[in-house]
Every structure is written in structure tokens, then in C-alpha cells.
């Protein structure tokens, strides 16, 4: 008999990080789900982050491919931004249409960070979601951090900025300062829901255990959603592998130093041993000579 988690795009070895999307009650909500562990993990191994940066940047960027699988074209991108009072200060993720994201934090180390403490590290301050979908501009929108949480700051953001009705729950597990699992789950309602959607699902809500303590149990992305929804006639739509990518290159470096004014460029040019570039989102290092640079001029 076919299995029936086999949901096609996902990947032969269904342990490694995918996402999966359904549909159900009777079309009127869909669902995702992902598992971003090895996603985690190189955020962790790239900026060298204590467990409580390491647990915001993975829910952060959890949520962010999560909210991110609506898009379409292949150069759609999604930029979710945190501003934050907490020692983090904030953190930066870019999602591109195939399920790829890159993040950095503004403080990678928190000084005395032994356990996850996700709230405490973020603080208060905004959430702000770019999407660039190939329109004449950006559109988007920002709000207040609710709790700081990340989970609940998306959800409140797609309400009130995109006013779709969303449940979150993003989960980062450590142990011993390693990650073990990270994921979430996305269930959003769709137009023309009614009443009887809306209290079905806070039902199902109410009491579900973490996210993590089910990939813990072993349990796929595609099993997850099935047990949130309860919904026999629930479809399931499609997958995808997700990763940790950095499309960095020291063209595009170039690019970015090419917007600097030419005073600039001619003040880098002098350095007579050049200059060191480095992208925030991969730590991935360019080195330009000052032929290099003159070149640009
Ligand atoms: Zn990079």
C-alpha cells in the first residue's frame, strides 16, 4: 500500500528538512508544516550563536519560511525583519520562492546564555515582512512585537497587517547546547470560513503539545499537520526540501560596493592592500584589490 505522509517534492530521505502544505475543512484551511533542524543548525554553526539566539533566530526563521510559502515566481523574496530592546537587538531573514532562507542575528552571543530563554533575549519592538513578488513595489507591513516569542508575533502580524487568520507554532529544541529539532506548524483560514472553522480549530489548538516534542517522537511534517487537523477528507498539496542558502558571491559584493558614492570608492582605492568585505547573512568573506576597486571608479 502507498503511504500515505508520501507527499510529492519531499525528499527521499524524509528525516532531512522539508515542507509540507495541505488542504481541509472542506477547502476552508490550509496547512503547513516544516522541519527546519539542519536549517538551525547551520544558522548556529555560521554565527557562532548562545542557545537563546540560536532558539530566536531558528523560530524567527521558521516562521519566516512558513509565511513565506505563498509565493509564486522564481524571483520573489520575502524579508522579515525583528527590531528589538533585547540583547539580541533584532534579526534579519530572507526567504527566496523555493523554500531557501538566510538569517543573521545583530548579536550572535548573548554574555552568561546557558538555556534558551526566547522572549527574554528578543524583548520588546517590531516585526516587520517585506514581499518583493515582482510588483511595481514591495508591499508589506509592520507591527509591534506581541510577546516577543516569534510565534505569536507572526500570527498577530498576518491578522493585522494581512488580515488572515493564522495559528503558529514554531519549536527550537537544544540539548546541551546542540540543537536537536527545530519546526512549525502553520494552520491559516481561508476566505469564506465561518463560525464553525473558526472554533474547530481553537479546539484543536487548545492543549496540542509542542512542535518539537512530536519530531522528537519521530513524527514527519506531513504526520503533524494530519494530527492537528483531524480532518479525514484533509489533501495533502505538495512538498518541498528547505535549506540554509546564501546566494552571496563576490560579484554581487561588487554590485553593492559599486552604490557607494565615488569619493568613497576613491578613499577604498588608496588602501594599498585592498579592502575585506564580508555578508552578514554567511559570514562569506571578499577580498577586493585596490585594482579591483579602481576598476569600479
Ligand atoms: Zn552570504
Redesign the pocket.
Known amino acids: 500500500m502507498a503511504d500515505p505522509y508520501f507527499v510529492e517534492g519531499m525528499p527521499t530521505d524524509p528525516s532531512k528538512d522539508h515542507f509540507v502544505k495541505a488542504k481541509a475543512l472542506g477547502g476552508f484551511a490550509k496547512a503547513c508544516a516544516i522541519r527546519s533542524t539542519e536549517i538551525v543548525r547551520t544558522a548556529q554553526q555560521l554565527h557562532g550563536t548562545s542557545p537563546s539566539v540560536t532558539a530566536a533566530l531558528g523560530r524567527f526563521m521558521t516562521g519566516s519560511l512558513l509565511i513565506s510559502e505563498n509565493m509564486k515566481n522564481d524571483t520573489d523574496t520575502q524579508t522579515t525583519i525583528i527590531k528589538s530592546d533585547g540583547p539580541i537587538r533584532g534579526m534579519t531573514c530572507v526567504c527566496d520562492s523555493s523554500f531557501h532562507c ?1 538569517a543573521y542575528p545583530v548579536n550572535s552571543s548573548i554574555e552568561g546564555d546557558t538555556e534558551p530563554h526566547v522572549k527574554a533575549a528578543v524583548g520588546m519592538g517590531t516585526l516587520s515582512v517585506i514581499r518583493d513578488i515582482g510588483m511595481r513595489e514591495p508591499y508589506g507591513g509592520q507591527v509591534e512585537l506581541k510577546t516577543g516569542g516569534i510565534g505569536e508575533d507572526f500570527t498577530y502580524y498576518l491578522m493585522a497587517s494581512e488580515q488572515t487568520p493564522t495559528i503558529m507554532a514554531l519549536g527550537v529544541l537544544m540539548e546541551e547546547g546542540k540543537v536537536k529539532h527545530a519546526g512549525g506548524l502553520m494552520v491559516q483560514l481561508m476566505p469564506g470560513y465561518g463560525e464553525e472553522e473558526i472554533s474547530y480549530l481553537e479546539k484543536r489548538a487548545n492543549g496540542f503539545p509542542d512542535v518539537t516534542y512530536f519530531l522528537d517522537e519521530g513524527f514527519s511534517p506531513a504526520q503533524l499537520i494530519d494530527l492537528f487537523m483531524g480532518d479525514p477528507e484533509m489533501e495533502y498539496i505538495e512538498a518541498s526540501e528547505t535549506s540554509f542558502l ?3 558571491s563576490k560579484d554581487k559584493m561588487a554590485a553593492g560596493l559599486m552604490t557607494l558614492s565615488r569619493k568613497d570608492l576613491e578613499e577604498l582605492a588608496g588602501d594599498s592592500k585592498g579592502i575585506d568585505t564580508e ?6 568573506k571578499y577580498h577586493f584589490t585596490p585594482e579591483e576597486i579602481r576598476a569600479m571608479l
Not at 279 to 284: A, E, L, Q, S, Y
Open positions: 538566510r546564501c546566494p552571496c555578508c552578514r547573512f554567511c559570514n562569506g
